[in-house]
């Protein structure tokens, strides 16, 4: 999960990370936090982000065209405004923000901002190329599991299996969602699909049965942690 603040001011950034850290921590969601003092050094930066927490009054360009821009590298992009001002509203309300965050902000704030950007993320799809040479979007949901193997890559969904020309590591960039996970190099696998799990195993429902998938012995901390976290439950 690779997430950005955007402030002139450092105070604002200082009060707003540590709930953005605590946030991420507490969820177990591996993630990435940058921070810039204006809109060149963001956009400039050439990097996509999956959440941007943007202050709309920024010295070099307005907040609205940051945002713009931000959606055009990356459309799945979430933008969460941090403001003073109101005077931008109905042209950020256009971009489909998902929060108006005001200052001084405060951590259930940000805590609800983040609930409701990964709520989005759940909802959001994919666009894959097959071997075939078709383009299919997919839910992200909907997705079972994804497998690499030495002949091709394969994205189970619950209603069709693909394959497809990405690479495993490229499906792992779109698949930010917190109920995926990795049990093994060649799998990432959405937990809302195990029915059963062990420590070295997991039994995923497929639409046309079950499917046991090795959970390898150097992923198997971190999956447990994971799928504890996910299904509420403490270790």
């Known amino acids: 999960m690779k997430i950005a603040i955007c402030d002139d001011i450092l105070s604002h950034r200082d009060a707003i990370r540590p709930y953005?850290?605590?946030?991420?921590?507490?969820?177990?969601?591996p993630f990435e936090l940058k921070e810039y003092s204006c809109g060149e050094e963001i956009l400039g930066s050439g990097e996509k982000f999956d959440i941007v927490f943007l202050d709309i009054e920024l010295g070099?360009?307005?907040?609205?065209?940051i945002a713009k821009t931000l959606k055009k590298k990356n459309h799945n992009c979430?933008?969460?405004v941090v403001t003073s001002y109101t005077d931008y509203l109905d042209a950020a309300m256009d971009l489909h923000v998902v929060r108006f965050l005001k200052k001084p902000v405060e951590q259930k704030r940000v805590y609800s901002s983040l609930e409701k950007a990964l709520q989005e993320?759940?909802?959001s799809f994919v666009m894959l190329s097959t071997k075939d040479n078709k383009i299919i979007r997919v839910r992200s949901r909907n997705i079972i599991y994804v497998e690499a193997n030495l002949k091709a890559v394969?994205?189970?969904?619950?209603?069709?299996t693909y394959t497809v020309r990405e690479s495993l590591k490229n499906i792992k960039t779109m698949l930010t969602a917190s109920f995926f996970a990795v049990p093994h190099n060649s799998y990432i696998?959405?937990?809302n699909y195990i029915s059963d799990f062990k420590r070295d195993e997991i039994t995923v429902e497929l639409p046309t049965g079950k499917e046991k998938i090795q959970i390898s012995?150097?992923?198997?901390p971190e999956?447990?942690?994971r799928f504890l976290e996910f299904i509420g439950e403490d270790e």
């Not at 012995?217 to 198997?220: E, F, S």
């Open 78 to 80: 979430i933008i969460i």
């Open 223 to 225: 999956f447990k942690r």
């Open 121 to 123: 993320m759940n909802e």
């Open 60 to 65: 070099d360009i307005n907040g609205i065209e």
């Open 189 to 191: 696998v959405n937990m």
């Open 217 to 220: 012995g150097r992923k198997q």
């Open 154 to 160: 394969t994205v189970c969904t619950n209603e069709y």
């Open 20 to 29: 953005i850290e605590e946030f991420f921590k507490k969820k177990v969601i």
